[in-house]
């Protein structure tokens, strides 16, 4: 069974700040990767995509990827309280099939 | 520019019954994908159909199918609901095949009683 898992949060931080959110997922062959963030009652916006190892940067947004370690993260700089909602890691399987993690719920504190 | 649209909005049903969602991707947009998305859980890929064909599936019973037309809308059918099939269906569109860039719909509020 192919998974993405996330810590289902909540996330705390407080404005201003470094929000990190991570992800791990157990196919190797995975060539894909994506964030999407989802508001409450709001279907899923992507955010970010990254295919590559390294550090992928847009915005106040970054992407991290490490394939050896199956490691996906998403670091937001200068938290807004607009920041707040669910982050979902997800992970193409083949190019006609995504698995999404459950999410993480971020708060950012005023 | 039109997003992807889905209806209807809401929708109540009454176990055993039938159910067909419709979704209109995004202008020029070849792909159509459908996901169930479970409250407190991630979206969980159903179907995805590009060209009229379907192209992916994911772990759903037979109850659930679908189609693509030559329009590239598409129809999500759920037959004999159960009660756990109340859930948030999404369909979201790609410019072609695959899922890298995809842009979701409003969804379906499916409630089964």
Known sequence: QKEVEQNSGPLSVPEGAIASLNCTYSDRGSQSFFWYRQYSGKSPELIMSIYSNGDKEDGRFTAQLNKASQYVSLLIRDSQPSDSATYLCAVNIN???????????LHILP | DAGVTQS??????????????????????????????????????????????????????????????????????????????????????????????????????????
């Open chain 2, 8 to 113: 209807p909005t809401h929708l109540i049903k009454t176990r055993g019954q039938h159910v067909t969602l419709r979704c209109s991707p995004i202008s020029g947009h070849k792909s159509v994908s459908w996901y169930q998305q479970v409250l407190g859980q991630g979206p969980q890929f159903i179907f995805q159909y590009y060209e009229k064909e379907e192209r992916g599936r994911g772990n759903f019973p037979d109850r659930f199918s679908a189609r693509q037309f030559p329009n590239y809308s598409s129809e999500l059918n759920v037959n004999a609901l159960l009660l756990g099939d109340s859930a948030l269906y999404l369909c979201a569109s790609s410019p072609d095949r695959g899922t890298d860039t995809q842009y979701f719909g409003p969804g379906t509020r499916l409630t089964v009683l």
């Open chain 1, 95 to 105: 190019s006609d099939k995504i698995i999404f993690g459950k999410g993480t719920r």
